[in-house]
């Protein structure tokens, strides 16, 4: 029998700009583990996907591998979904915060339920907005602020970098910031502007930023890496066609359903210490300042 098994420590996230730089992190992991498989003639491989993601169940991390049909060992064994964060928690941190972290997740599947440029795009679009959200932009509020020309009807190219800019998510020199690149930039223009007229209106940017944006479609959605380390569109590979994703907890639902009554599952989980398990760091633990998470497979009929 074989199986991958990946380990990994995500960055801490500084700053919100961070938050990019870790989903960058996951998109290039689980690029490698699709190249490796496709390499080395493992298709069916199970996957055993486990570290420091340095992000709670609330983040764009989480829903980023949720959406790549990977499962939580632990989340799935106590029957946790996404809306518990802190129910478990496996981390103190330095800043003396409580969060879950550590995950073990492990995936059957021998292809992703969505193509991995789709959950990139998702989980970009959902940080745009929290960004809006934060500054309490919603809707008609939200694409105004993209303006800088007085257009009650469209948003420009520049006006939509401009926008990046203005909310801090681009890159920046100065700041050492590691957000959106340019090349990353275009390329989400590129799925917006869904009529190819070289500008963003009101019912595109809804699609894609409004508040209850659910689906992301994209036409000809081709994954890749560029030169620079950003992620898009690439002409190498020979996907193709309409595809579109579904967001959050629905994919964790499905995925669960999909992998129901596969060859690989988990028979238990637990951490260490138990107080962890009810959301509770226990202040005399000096071992570490991470909880033991320890999963045990159930790999009969292999």
Not at 33 to 44: D, F, P, T
Not at 47 to 68: A, E, H, M, P, T
Not at 265 to 277: C, I, N, Q, R, W
Request: aromatic share 10%.
């Amino acid at each position: 029998m074989e199986l991958l098994l990946v380990n990994t420590h995500l960055i801490f996230p500084h700053n919100f700009n961070y938050c990019l730089i870790r989903l960058r992190q996951v998109y290039k992991i689980l690029t490698f583990i699709e190249q490796y498989k496709r390499e080395h003639s493992l298709a069916s491989a199970p996957v055993i996907l486990c570290g420091d993601w340095n992000g709670s169940k609330r983040g764009r991390v989480y829903k980023f591998i949720c959406s790549q049909g990977y499962l939580s060992s632990y989340d799935m064994v106590h029957d946790c979904t996404g809306a518990d964060s802190h129910r478990w928690i496996s981390h103190k941190n330095h800043r003396g915060d409580i969060c879950e972290v550590d995950f073990i997740w492990f995936s059957n599947s021998e292809a992703h339920e969505k193509p991995l440029l789709v959950s990139w795009y998702e989980a970009v679009f959902a940080t745009i907005k929290a960004k809006l959200c934060e500054m309490g932009l919603r809707g008609r509020n939200a694409f105004h602020f993209f303006q800088m020309q007085g257009n009650t009807d469209v948003i420009t190219v520049e006006e939509f970098q401009h926008g990046l800019k203005q909310l801090e998510l681009t890159e920046s020199a100065e700041a050492c910031s590691a957000g959106l690149s340019r090349t990353e930039i275009d390329e989400l223009i590129e799925v917006i502007d869904t009529d190819r007229n070289g500008v963003i209106d009101y019912d595109e940017f809804e699609a894609f930023l409004g508040e209850d944006t659910a689906l992301v479609s994209l036409r000809e959605p081709i994954a890749g890496i560029h030169s620079d380390g950003s992620i898009g569109t690439t002409k190498e590979s020979s996907q193709s066609g309409q595809l579109s994703g579904v967001h959050g907890d629905h994919m964790q639902i499905r995925s669960r359903e999909f992998h129901r009554g596969r060859r690989f599952t988990v028979k238990d989980a637990s951490l260490f210490p138990p107080e962890v398990e009810g959301g509770v760091w226990p202040e005399e633990y000096s071992l570490s300042d991470h909880a033991a998470v320890t999963v045990t497979f159930d790999l009969q009929g292999l």
